[in-house]
């Protein structure tokens, strides 16, 4: 069975960090990229990054460009999300997804409030 | 970025009715590959998104045959040929044929 299980999320003050994980299993991770894709509360569906199966391309939206980065570790099962120079505007949950073009399995997310 | 816009259902829906949710983009989607990267998504009251229909009109796997996708170019409809109370929720087509990808605003099912 498929798991996608995030973690790393919480309270962050406005220009803070956080890094969030999204541990996969029931798959070969290895095999697959990987999306991040967010919602804030009571809205729709907003991506945020992708990255290849290799790690070794990665794509963003404006938004977050040159504040967030994505990365994998194929020997632990595991994507990252950096997230640098939080603005009010990133809070939401945020759902890691197995795929790129066509994200298949999703994780219940990690809940991202960044106030102060 | 490529607008993906939905329709709004018209009204609650009846179960056992069939229900249609239209989508359009703002480009074509097709890309260069030749395929045409859209897909559906339901997403459940608490619950994350849920792939059902990929590439236009592929089913996922697990997905009931009453869901069906289908057009082409800029203009697609999600149907479901008969609602069940499950299928209450909000429905989000998605385009990942050009960066950023990008997701229709949603149309929420509510069944009468």
């Known amino acids: 069975e498929v798991q996608l299980l995030e973690s790393g999320g919480g309270l962050v003050q406005p220009g803070g960090s956080l890094r969030l994980s999204c541990a996969a299993s029931g798959f070969t991770f290895s095999n697959y990229a990987m999306s991040w894709v967010r919602q804030a509360p009571g809205k729709g569906l907003d991506w945020v990054s992708a990255?290849?199966?290799?790690?070794?391309?990665?794509y963003y939206a404006d938004s977050v460009k040159g504040r967030f980065t994505i990365s994998r570790d194929n020997s632990k099962n595991t994507l990252f999300l950096q997230m640098n120079s939080l603005r009010a505007e990133d809070t939401a949950v945020y759902h890691c997804?197995?795929?790129?073009?066509?994200?298949?399995?999703w994780g219940q997310g990690t809940l991202v409030n960044v106030s102060s | 970025d490529i607008v993906m816009t939905q329709t709004a259902l018209s009204s609650p829906v009846t179960l056992g009715q069939p229900a249609s949710i239209s989508c359009r983009s703002s480009?074509?989607?097709?890309?260069?590959?030749?395929?045409?990267?859209l897909s559906w998504l339901q997403q459940r009251p608490g619950q994350p998104p849920r792939l059902l229909i990929y590439?236009?009109?592929n089913r996922f796997s697990g997905v009931p045959d009453r869901f069906s996708g289908s057009g082409a170019g800029t203009d697609f409809t999600l149907k479901i040929s008969r609602v069940e109370a499950e299928d209450v929720g909000v429905y989000y087509c998605m385009q990942a044929t050009q960066f950023p990808y990008t997701f229709g605003q949603g149309t929420k099912l509510e069944i009468k």
């Open positions: 590439k236009i009109s």
């Open positions: 990255i290849s199966s290799s790690g070794g391309n990665t």
């Open positions: 480009q074509s989607l097709v890309h260069s590959d030749g395929n045409t990267y």
């Open positions: 997804a197995r795929g790129r073009m066509t994200p298949d399995y």
